[in-house]
């Protein structure tokens, strides 16, 4: 025999216990109250059975126990019903029209498609522009960009002039209450309870996913906000269309597959260098084929990685090809005159691939926008330091 919470499956304990399990919310207390009638009814009707005011003879045995539960389940029937029939899956237009989507504070509920979206993140432009969807204010991050867009999204935003924020004091909540925008995106924003609470008060409020109050892997935080704007289908097709380029790009340039490379950011110190470590940043190499070198876990943490400078020469050894990003072109001649780097077999052989200020902002950026470009740009100079 099947028990739940105690009771043979048929009991009408059991039934409410099924119930109540699936319920939330107003819902749950709206249950409750039915379940109270409900039990009251099947008491009575029980304690009239047991001082023989209804004759259980009357009834067939096996249609008794039925006709008992159905009177106790009746009253709560349509919330048994209402509970256990699944509310849409998050991001999904429900049959009002609106979209909810759950995240790392709960869940917001978006009434209808917004017209006026804020930006409070680093990267979500590119997402917003990608669906055809302008932010009426975005969110600077680094390259002091016209209106924070850089190349690669520009034609998307148009004529456009939104408001540039910025994170340098976290989030600005006041700057953002006077555009009175109907839809808040604040993935990658760095979103804490608090603040996400005091911009809940004026629009509803995307936040990250998960953990990641910063740079949560690209392909959620575009598919949630394509979600959020209404356009999740269109969203998919571009994401599964940046695979698509990769894989593309991997088996036009069959000189890449199996290689090892490894991203290196920046000037080194004189403490060491930082590092791109395996991970959703690095998947897009993996999709043209491309490796990465071996026993590296040791230099990173999470999404960070950083290889002291006595170790450079050890870590580095076995990447046929080092794809060095920089904030400024001209910062290359300072990387191959560092005594350290100077040293390394890829700085003999011309294997440093360095990208371009716009390629190595794409490749940072990690956006459905930018990563196109990448795409476009980066294997021909992979395969050139191959030659």
């Not at 290196?264 to 690095?282: F, K, Q, S, Y």
């Not at 052989?349 to 956006?367: E, G, M, Q, W």
Request: charge should be neutral; glycine fraction near 8%; hydrophobic fraction near 45%.
């Amino acid at each position: 025999m099947l028990l739940v919470s105690g009771h043979p499956v048929g009991h009408p304990s059991s039934i409410f216990t099924l119930s109540a399990n699936c319920l939330t919310g107003t819902d749950a207390h709206r249950f409750e109250a039915r379940r109270t009638r409900a039990t009251t009814v099947a008491s009575r009707v029980s304690s009239a059975i047991s001082r023989g005011r209804c004759k259980t003879h009357d009834v067939h045995p096996i249609r008794s126990r039925r006709s008992f539960l159905a009177l106790a389940a009746g009253a709560a029937g349509a919330a048994v019903v209402a509970a256990c029939s699944k509310p849409p899956a998050s991001g999904t237009v429900a049959g009002d029209g609106s979209v909810t989507i759950n995240h790392a504070f709960g869940s917001t509920r978006i009434p209808g498609p917004p017209k006026s979206v804020v930006c409070a993140g680093l990267t979500g432009q590119d997402e917003l522009l990608a669906v055809g969807v302008v932010p009426i204010a975005v969110t600077e991050w680094f390259g002091n960009q016209p209106f924070a867009v850089w190349p690669w999204a520009l034609p998307a935003l148009g004529p456009a002039q939104p408001a540039v924020l910025n994170l340098n004091d976290g989030i600005q909540v006041d700057k953002i209450s006077a555009l009175k925008p109907d839809l808040i995106i604040a993935t990658n924003a760095g979103l804490d309870a608090d603040t996400y609470k005091k911009l809940s008060a004026i629009a509803p409020t995307i936040a990250q996913s998960g953990q990641d109050a910063f740079f949560e892997p690209w392909k959620e935080q575009a598919t949630v906000i394509g979600q959020a704007v209404f356009k999740a289908d269109d969203m998919k097709r571009l994401i599964d269309g940046v695979d698509a380029k990769f894989a593309g790009a991997g088996q036009a340039n069959p000189r890449l597959g199996g290689r090892k490379m490894l991203i290196v950011n920046g000037l080194p110190t004189a403490a060491g260098v930082e590092i791109t470590p395996a991970g959703w940043r690095t998947d897009f190499l993996t999709e043209m084929g491309i490796a990465l070198p071996a026993g590296l876990d040791s230099f990173t943490k999470g999404q960070h990685g950083f290889v002291p400078r006595d170790q450079i020469a050890t870590a580095f050894r076995d990447a046929d090809v080092l794809i060095w990003t920089l904030d400024a072109d001209d910062q290359r001649p300072a990387v191959l005159a560092d005594p350290t780097v100077a040293q390394l077999s890829q700085a003999k052989s011309n294997r440093i691939v360095f990208p371009n200020k716009d390629l190595s902002a794409a490749i940072t950026f990690a956006s459905v926008l930018s990563y196109p470009a990448v795409a476009d740009q980066l294997p021909p100079l992979l395969t050139a330091a191959l030659a």
